[in-house]
């Protein structure tokens, strides 16, 4: 079973869609065509990026451990990239699908991605990553169950919905993707009132469900929230976290969440509520949890949610911890693993910065923009072939320069433990994302950031692969 949720608002997209689960298998094969497609987001129909037919694509169901043989062809009309968000890339990066570590599809050829989600387990999603593709579809749900004999610290939910919320532009990814390249600033998304009709979330009163909402849009953080309801958290991509019961979430761009929402309402329609946070207007859309024999929608008015307050996302996240007696992909606990006793051997602070080069506006991580070679760099590297990129042409640190192009790459040892702080004195929120690593985010404060900070880390109990928020004048450290 499988259904698609159009939003009634002017500016979210909200897509609801059900998966059967696989069975469990070592190997799984999938063949993929994408496509371009008409889809109806806002409730008018624009151009959209297809997978079979699909949008969103299919989920993909897996157990611990499974192989994934993915056969992407690539029937659009210029190159094609897919990004496994949150699947571990061990050893080898070209799976990777982001460019510079992966060659794009050419059109009309193929490509096949050998992923083995090893030692993994959660909520996860994949996107597109080429030419502002994401802006108009070609992604969906990962989800990696526990195998059969491992623990699971809750009781499997009468139905498990993958939820993929975002915020959505009229535009297609081509007339962005042409703002971008002319050196200009993304408006808002904007959107006109939808004529959709919201397809529910089914439901039975006594039952739980659960649920994996991630944020696949491009700019925007968003609250999720139900009529009526509490969600308890109960996995954050590939940790068992600590059951908190929350009576909203906030989730930043490439987040995922596992919660678990039981059905203990009398028998009506509860609106499920997302809207934007940190924007000025508020954009929302809405859906509905549908309980069977329903007896209409539920009376007074819809949930309030956050809109501006940042401190009340900070609290929220720093009160996400991972549960320490909870198995995770292997039998042992999660607290097993004491990182908070490992040495870290180097130290990289990363500062985004936004300005002006030639004319252009450019963005910048330690005052360097970056430049994609026209030799993709792991070809280079394979190859030695000189002169594509130079390694240590980014500093570990921010510079206070001016901002300037290069192809920036930055060395690192391998199996070396890091610590990163991110950096933020712009005047919006910021979201980050290391492609294809695991790491544990352990302090998020606002000011400067000096060693002082380290006294304030969570060494303990932070969870692993929690993407960062950071607001102006914020450091955050994973």
Not at 90 to 96: A, C, G, L, T, V
Not at 331 to 347: A, C, K, M, V
Not at 420 to 429: G, L, Q
Not at 457 to 468: H, I, M, Q, W
Request: glycine fraction near 10%; include cysteine.
């Amino acid at each position: 079973m499988r259904s698609v949720f159009s939003p009634l608002a002017a500016a979210l997209a909200f897509l609801l869609f059900v998966g059967a689960v696989s069975a469990d298998s070592p190997y799984q094969f999938f063949t993929w065509n994408v496509t371009y497609g008409t889809i109806y987001p806002l409730g008018v129909p624009q151009m959209g990026i297809l997978i079979n037919g699909q949008f969103p694509g299919p989920d993909i169901n897996s157990v611990t451990n499974d192989n994934l043989i993915i056969d992407v062809i690539n029937s659009l009309d210029e190159p094609f990239l897919i990004s496994w968000n949150g699947v571990q890339q061990r050893r080898n990066s070209y799976e990777d699908g982001v460019f510079g570590t992966t060659c794009p599809i050419p059109p009309g050829q193929n490509f096949t991605y050998i992923l083995q989600v090893k030692d993994q387990i959660g909520s996860f999603f994949y996107f597109p990553s080429l030419a502002m593709h994401k802006a108009s579809g070609g992604f969906g749900g990962i989800r990696i169950f526990s195998r059969p004999l491992i623990p699971v610290p809750f009781d499997d939910p009468a139905g498990d919905y993958t939820v993929l919320i975002g915020d959505w532009y009229k535009a297609n990814h081509t007339a962005l993707k042409a703002v971008l390249d002319g050196g200009n600033m993304l408006r808002s998304p904007m959107g006109s009132s939808s004529m959709a009709v919201p397809v529910a979330l089914p439901s039975t009163f006594n039952k739980t469900y659960r649920l994996r909402i991630s944020n696949v849009g491009l700019v925007n953080s968003l609250n999720f929230r139900i009529q009526g309801h509490t969600m308890v958290l109960v996995e954050v991509e590939g940790t068992h976290t600590l059951q908190t019961t929350y009576s909203s979430l906030d989730v930043h761009v490439g987040q995922s969440y596992s919660v678990l929402v039981t059905a203990d309402q009398p028998a009506l329609d509860y609106t499920i509520v997302v809207n934007s946070r940190f924007t000025s207007p508020v954009l929302a859309s809405t859906g509905i949890l549908r309980y069977s024999n329903s007896a209409g929608a539920a009376p007074g008015p819809l949930p309030g949610g956050p809109t501006v307050q940042v401190d009340w996302s900070l609290n929220q996240a720093r009160s996400i911890r991972t549960n320490l007696t909870a198995s995770g992909p292997r039998p042992n606990p999660q607290g097993s693993y004491h990182y908070g006793l490992i040495n870290t051997t180097r130290t990289i602070r990363l500062a985004n910065s936004a300005g002006l080069v030639n004319g252009k506006q450019r963005y910048a991580v330690n005052s360097v923009s970056f430049v994609a070679p026209d030799t993709p760099m792991k070809v280079a590297d394979y190859f030695k072939i000189n002169g594509v990129f130079r390694v240590g042409s980014i500093q570990d640190y921010p510079t206070g320069g001016d901002i300037y192009l290069d192809t920036s790459v930055m060395g690192a040892d391998y199996r070396t433990f890091i610590e990163i702080v991110f950096e933020n004195s712009e005047n919006i929120i910021q979201s980050w994302h290391l492609d294809g690593y695991s790491f544990f985010v352990v302090g998020m404060d606002g000011g400067q950031w000096s060693p002082a900070s380290r006294n304030g880390y969570n060494l303990r109990d932070a969870v692993s692969g929690l993407p960062e928020l950071m607001d102006s004048h914020l450091h955050s450290t994973g």
